[in-house]
């Protein structure tokens, strides 16, 4: 069974196998998480992105979707690149979101990977509301069947981790 942590900060500075970045469906990098992460990764991830939009992904990344690339200069092995939906009042997109979490997690396996961090997919400026998006993250991870030993959601502020430790039970 998969351990479950949450710690404020910054995600770029985890030492685990593989850090999962919420990304955009281009791969090329934006603002957020997918910003801090390229920046503090250096030009070996972009590069890594690049090559998977020229061979796999031509179209970019579907929502839902995962891959995995080198981690550059960041203090784990590998970046594990998901797109989680954008929030809708009109459109119930939570299978999207929790398919974020649980392809993420089919990576890691896939790579070996026994320590994931995750970011809060989607609760940014792709507008989910943090409760929800919080209960969805912990209920997906919690009923993955995953080899990954260890989920340590790496919440940038304070009311992110009020609701994920509120899910957690914590």
């Given amino acids: 069974m998969v351990t479950i942590t949450c ?8 030492h685990v196998d593989a850090i999962v970045n919420a990304a955009n469906s281009s791969l090329l990098g934006g603002g957020g998480v997918d910003g801090a992460i390229h920046r503090a990764g250096g030009p070996e991830i972009l590069d ?34 998901t797109v989680g939906p954008r929030w ?48 969805i993250a912990v209920a997906t991870v919690r009923e993955a069947k995953t080899t990954v030993r260890e989920v340590r959601f790496v919440l940038f502020d304070e009311p992110a981790y009020a609701a994920f430790t509120a899910h957690l039970g914590l």
């Fill in 7 to 14: 710690v404020r900060g910054d995600i770029t500075q985890q």
């Fill in 48 to 81: 890594a992105c690049r090559d998977l939009r020229a061979s796999h992904y031509g179209k970019g990344l579907p929502t839902g979707r995962a891959v995995a690339t080198t981690a550059g200069r960041l203090p784990a092995r590998w970046v594990i690149h």
């Fill in 88 to 135: 809708s009042n009109s459109e119930d997109r939570s299978a999207l979101l929790a398919s974020s979490y649980r392809e993420s997690l089919r990576v890691a396996d896939e790579l070996g990977a026994m320590t994931v961090a995750f970011p809060a997919i989607s609760t940014g400026i792709y507008g989910w509301p943090m409760n929800d998006g919080a209960h």
